[in-house]
């Protein structure tokens, strides 16, 4: 680790989880086929989360991009990507972060430019390092289906960690496991199940002993929809649980100043995507809106049980139980 410049900055002590995601990539062992399998679900608040695009981006120069992302967005934002190079990744973000470098390169800038132009995951990682701002701080898993690899950086603004591996998997739940970043850049727990991304860790890993060897992008679906909440010992869709509910938790636990840990917050898993390598070299993927687990949100049967948020009509939208979609590069 290197000296901390004076122009480095931090956040005030009541920063705020800024959303959440749940994400995983495996290969080798782990999966059914030997190849790559990686999946996303986007976690928001339910207003505004406007996600529900995919992107098909054919650059003058670089590599295709088939991306979910935002209206009008230059990346992918929340983020799940597969590129024509063979790269793929997504992130999940570290919450309770503190610190910026003002000067850096802004997130956006690094893994547009990554997905564009590396040819490799050497090239990735170091794009995605050099410069970095430490704006957004994530849990990013990369992949290269031409060799089977993945990889995890865990990347702070004064700590990150790379780990690679072809036989395995990674996972994100909104928690580092890199202690020195956890300790010396967040205000986060590490082994509180309590709290929504240990326990998710938690059961991630439980997931992986259950479906190890035999893990696709069926068990990916299921896996992105799953409601066992450790702490509790039992199914229970909520907070703490990998397709995540807060709008069904009673008694949320939260960090300093979490603006989520509120009985009923309404906010959640709003998608999932999952990819094999297989449909990567096709520039496709599995997608849909709404939570993975197929519960519907009706936003007027909200507001009527839950009256403290009725600031919110008007804004709160309606999430119905939508289907799995393949979505896939056009030939031109």
């Not at 996972?171 to 956890?182: F, H, Q, R, V, Y």
């Not at 409601?227 to 907070?239: N, R, S, T």
């Amino acid at each position: 680790m290197v000296g901390i410049p004076n122009r480095y900055v931090s956040w005030p002590s009541f920063q705020r989880k800024t959303g959440g995601c749940s994400a995983f990539i495996a290969t080798g062992k782990a999966t059914a086929d030997g190849r790559i399998v990686m999946a996303h679900n986007t976690w928001s608040q339910f207003v505004p989360a406007d996600t529900n695009v995919i992107i098909d981006l054919l650059p003058e120069k670089g590599t295709r991009i088939l991306m979910q992302g935002f209206p009008a967005g230059i990346h992918s934002g929340t983020d799940f990507f597969i590129c024509s190079s063979g790269l793929a990744g997504t992130e999940t973000t570290i919450d309770y972060f503190t610190g910026f470098d003002p000067d850096g390169i802004p997130e956006f800038v690094r893994i547009r430019k990554a997905m564009q132009y590396a040819h490799n995951l050497d090239e990735s990682l170091k794009i995605m390092i050099e410069g970095n701002n430490g704006g957004y701080a994530n849990t990013w898993l990369f992949d290269d289906i031409r060799s089977n690899e993945i990889a995890r950086l865990e990347l702070g603004l004064k700590c990150h960690s790379i780990e690679r591996t072809r036989d395995g998997f990674y996972c994100g739940s909104n928690i580092t496991e890199n202690i020195p970043l956890l300790r010396q850049e967040t205000e986060a727990d590490l082994d509180n199940i309590k709290h929504s991304d240990i326990a998710r860790r938690v059961r991630w890993l439980e997931l992986f002993d259950q479906w190890m060897g035999r893990i696709d992008v069926e068990r990916g679906k299921l896996m992105l929809g799953d409601h066992y909440d450790v702490y509790a010992g039992k199914e229970m869709p909520g907070d703490r649980t990998i397709c995540g509910h807060w709008e069904l938790a009673l008694d949320p636990a939260g960090n300093p100043g979490d603006s989520w840990a509120k009985p009923f917050y309404p906010a959640g898993a709003l998608d999932g995507k999952v990819v094999d390598a297989r449909m990567a070299q096709e520039m496709s993927f599995w997608a849909k809106w709404g939570s993975s687990c197929d519960i519907p949100f009706d936003a007027q049967k909200f507001l009527q049980e839950h009256r403290q948020y009725d600031y919110l009509k008007g804004y709160l939208k309606d999430r119905p139980t939508q289907p799995w979609t393949v979505f896939k590069s056009r030939s031109k």
